[in-house]
T-cell receptor
Framework: EDQVTQSPEALRLQEGESSSLNCSYT??????LFWYRQDPGKGPEFLFT???AGEEKEKERLKATLTKKESFLHITAPKPEDSATYLC???????????????FGTGTQLKVEL | GAVVSQHPSRVICKSGTSVKIECRSL??????MFWYRQFPKQSLMLMAT?????????EQGVEKDKFLINHASLTLSTLTVTSAHPEDSSFYIC????????????FGPGTRLTVL
């Protein structure tokens, strides 16, 4: 069974204080690892997809990296508007229907303070 | 691009009634749509996968007769919660996978269902 574990559960940062969020996963065969941002009462917003170990992607203050066992979401010089819950999900290799399925972690709730 | 809408955003209903939630892909065609539910401070749990023109595939433990899914076109899927009870109160979110695109799923804004 595919599993995704995110840590920490919650993180408080001062504005400008860089940090990393962790996503550890176990999957029979990784098709893709996804990062989403979710604001309270809203649906997840797509950030990145990573497909193979060693891959990195960046978007503004965010950078996602991937190894064979985990992914990191690095936040550089965060601002209060980066406050949100960050979700990690994996998609396993499989048949068309099952291969589309995303298994989510419980997220890291990030709070960036002035 | 890749915008998904849901309607309604909030609904309050009495126990025993049925509620229909619509999910639309606004600027792309989606062969596959997904329905999730999310309880407070918990992650998204996949309920079912909806393919255009065929029956939905339900996850283990999800009652297909209670949660009726119809994927009528490449841009519309509906979830009907039949005979709703207070324990069905939750945040329901749909997502869509773009036709011929990569594996990204784009999510709607969610529907907050409260059953009294």
């Amino acid at each position: 069974e595919d599993q995704v574990t995110q840590s920490p559960e919650a993180l408080r940062l001062q504005e400008g204080e860089s940090s990393s969020l962790n996503c550890s996963y176990t999957v029979s065969g990784l098709r893709g690892l996804f990062w989403y941002r979710q604001d309270p009462g809203k649906g997840p917003e797509f950030l990145f997809t990573l497909y193979s170990a060693g891959e990195e992607k960046e978007k503004e203050r965010l950078k996602a990296t991937l190894t064979k066992k985990e992914s990191f979401l690095h936040i550089t010089a965060p601002k209060p508007e980066d406050s949100a819950t960050y979700l990690c999900a994996v998609q396993a290799v499989g048949l068309t229907g099952g291969g589309n399925k995303l298994t989510f972690g419980t997220g890291t709730q990030l709070k960036v303070e002035l | 691009g890749a915008v998904v809408s849901q309607h309604p955003s909030r609904v309050i209903c009495k126990s025993g009634t049925s509620v229909k939630i619509e999910c639309r892909s606004l600027d792309f065609q989606a062969t596959t749509m997904f329905w999730y539910r999310q309880f407070p401070k918990q992650s998204l749990m996949l309920m079912a996968t909806s393919n255009e023109g065929s029956k939905a595939t339900y996850e283990q433990g999800v009652e297909k007769d209670k949660f009726l899914i119809n994927h009528a076109s490449l841009t519309l899927s509906t979830l009907t919660v039949t005979s709703a009870h207070p324990e069905d109160s939750s945040f329901y979110i749909c997502s869509a996978r773009a036709l011929l695109e990569t594996n990204e799923q784009f999510f709607g804004p969610g529907t907050r269902l409260t059953v009294l």
